[in-house]
């Protein structure tokens, strides 16, 4: 089994806190990875489960395992349930680990009932610092999630297809997604067709013939699903007029492409789309670097109304991270000069141009180097 990197950050909060969250999309590997702590595994979307979990209940609180709860957000009742035995011996930490696909339907039970008693975990799927050997193409053709290919490429774009499908089909109207599979389906094509750009929703309300405070209520929850990011726009004291609205990805660019109608790396190459499709892979990449690695982060993207933008501004430990990517192989000093003058506008701590360059250069303020560099720096912070 690869190892995943945050598996040091969940071990940590089981040991500050009574019981850690587990978020993310299906399929990410929740499961796989939360049985390595623990053989005491209840499947709460199965009605069966749930029997066993309620015949069990007084004898498995008793024990020293971790007690795992699968799709907890499909049993509300057993919230209260945990607080009370949590609150019956408030100095015993690592008890319970809740998993979850759904954060808007987890995290009302989780603030209600468990506030102050549970650290919130998100695992991605892979990212390049756990699958390197996988390839560096390979994993931004077919995305990170472990059965979508990078694993057995075989899979790829059929698993998507298949994933995206269920999705639309089952999953999201449980959830409580109000949209037709058929519109649902609609929407994650119109969204591919944004990526990595500007989200304006009464343009896109208009191409489906719904209103765009429809549309806006569709996109946020699927990003309180795990699906998509809304990177928002960084405000700050200057003269110059500021985008304001947020911009959209595909937060797994296996699942872009499949959108999109690709099935290997030669038609991804040659798409007009191709560099947002980089720009968005990179910015997934070091964002689930540092929620792997446990570091707080502020991800925001910049732009004037003239033209001057950063695909990437982060609040690192109170310091601004400027960064620009690029899908080229190397940057020149024009490139460079230009994310100098964009990020002194913000007032940058640190500028870092990220290419596909085999060369990395490094200063106190700037950095140029590729995305195994990024990554290799940031888990160094």
Excluded at 139 to 168: C, R, S, V
């Amino acid at each position: 089994m690869i190892q995943r990197i945050i598996q040091d950050v969940i071990l940590s909060r089981l040991k500050q806190f009574p019981a850690v969250a587990l978020l993310g999309p299906r399929q990410a590997g929740k499961t796989t990875l939360a049985k390595t702590f623990s053989d005491v595994y209840y499947d709460l979307e199965v009605e069966q489960e749930k029997l066993r979990l309620d015949l069990q209940w007084d004898d498995i609180i008793q024990s020293e395992s971790i007690i795992i709860l699968d799709e907890a957000q499909n049993h509300p009742e057993i919230f209260p349930i945990i607080r009370n035995a949590i609150d019956s011996d408030r100095k015993k930490n690592g008890r319970f680990m809740i998993l979850g696909s759904v954060s808007p339907g987890l995290m009302k039970q989780v603030s209600e009932f468990l506030t102050g008693r549970i650290a919130l975990c998100e695992l991605s799927p892979f990212f390049f610092s756990e699958v390197k050997q996988r390839g560096l193409d390979n994993l931004w053709l077919m995305g990170g999630f472990p059965d979508g290919g990078i694993l057995t490429k075989e899979q790829f774009p059929l698993w998507q297809e298949n994933y995206l499908d269920l999705l639309a089909m089952r999953d999201l109207p449980q959830w409580g997604l109000p949209a037709t599979p058929q519109v649902t389906q609609r929407f994650f094509r119109m969204i591919a067709s944004v990526h990595g750009n500007l989200w304006n929703a009464s343009q896109v309300g208009k191409s489906m013939g719904l209103s765009y405070h429809t549309v806006n209520s569709y996109l946020d929850y699927l990003e309180q699903v795990y699906m998509i990011r809304k990177l928002q726009p960084y405000s700050t004291n200057i003269k110059k007029r500021l985008v304001k609205i947020p911009k959209v990805y595909w937060k797994d660019s296996g699942l872009l492409h499949s959108l999109m109608g690709v099935s290997n790396f030669d038609q991804l190459i040659i798409q007009s789309w191709v560099g947002f499709s980089w720009e968005g892979f990179v910015t997934e990449q070091i964002l689930s670097c540092l929620e792997s690695l446990g570091r707080n982060k502020q991800p925001y993207f910049f732009r004037t109304s003239d033209g001057h933008e950063l695909d990437l501004v982060l609040i690192l430990k109170g310091e601004i991270w400027a960064f620009e990517i690029k899908l080229s192989g190397s940057s020149g000093r024009k490139e460079m000069d230009k994310l100098k003058r964009t990020s002194e506008m913000i007032g940058a701590d640190k500028m870092v141009m990220i290419s596909r360059t085999r060369e990395e250069i490094r200063s106190k303020h700037i950095v140029s180097t590729n995305l195994a560099g990024i990554l290799r720096l940031l888990s160094e912070q």
